[in-house]
């Protein structure tokens, strides 16, 4: 098994691994990425390969250091500038114009790259003596559910890995805001751990949620993604009426808000926190997928805050068994 605790010398032998040319896969504080060097087009081939990912859907590069951005894309925007100070390291991903050193592989030859300063030391300290942006994906298979422990990739990618670095739980829980930066305006590509309103305060304007449902270029966007095997539904009382014989896991955000003889069930905050629900949410679905159940039953969460992050999720993973 090639998961190993994130102590400084495995953390040397997986910088050792990047430059070398493989992959490791390793915690940030929103979901495990799995890594390869970003500026070498084969190593980048084996995470596409690994997770039976379609090379048209581009990657983020990864960099432990403000100063790193202008190696790798064009950076004179105030906006920039502002985002970045007061929002890395952390989980928010700049969609920019590339530079040349940038292969096409990483960004599935658009003109633009995506680039995020994780907030994990593990993640930082790989970054560091890796010596190179990483590029990295979740580090789950095409399609299906985000890591949010070592088991998780391990379940999914197996011994394909070179080395997992096993750093706990993510903090986060939801991937990375993505906001693409064209001139003056700021498109939310993909909500995620910032969320919409604390960058609309920030920068005191309102930013557009585009969906690209069409674009092929970006998959995170399509109406369908981070999949449990088992089918997902939102929960509706009138639904519930009708099934018999059935084994049924119930996701309720802070308690159990319907009368019903569910099989398992998870309950995302007791605290009735965001924050809370948004860390335990994909591991509460690797749960459930895990537990034989023939559906998976969400209580709708409101869209608000890290909420609009958590449903975009849901609705994807539902729209798989629409
Ligand atoms: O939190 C995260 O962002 C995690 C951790 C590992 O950093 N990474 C992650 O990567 O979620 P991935 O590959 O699962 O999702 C990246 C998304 C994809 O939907 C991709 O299409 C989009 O970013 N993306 C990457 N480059 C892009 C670009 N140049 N333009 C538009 N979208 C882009
Ligand atoms: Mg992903």
Known sequence: MSIVKSTTENILKAAEIIRAGGTVAF???????????????????????????????????????????????????????????KFWPGPLTLVLPKKKIVPEIVTADNPTVAVRMPNNQIALELIKRSGVPIAAPSANLFNRLSPTKAEHVYNQLGDNVDLILDGGSAEIGVESTIVEIENEEIILLRPGGITKEEIENLLKCKIQHKQKTTDPNSPGQLPFHYSPRTPLKFLSESYLKDIKNKKIGGIFFSKQSVEFNFSRIEILSKENNFREAAANLFSALHILDEANLDLILVEPLPEEGLGLAMMDRLKKAAANFS
């Open 27 to 85: 915690p940030t504080e929103t979901v495990y990425g799995l890594g390869a060097d970003g500026l070498n087009p084969i190593s980048v081939a084996k995470i596409f390969e690994i997770k039976k990912r379609p090379t048209f859907n581009p990657l983020i590069l990864h960099i432990d250091d403000k100063s790193k951005l202008e190696l790798i894309c064009e950076t004179d925007n105030n906006k920039i500038q502002i985002l970045i100070e």
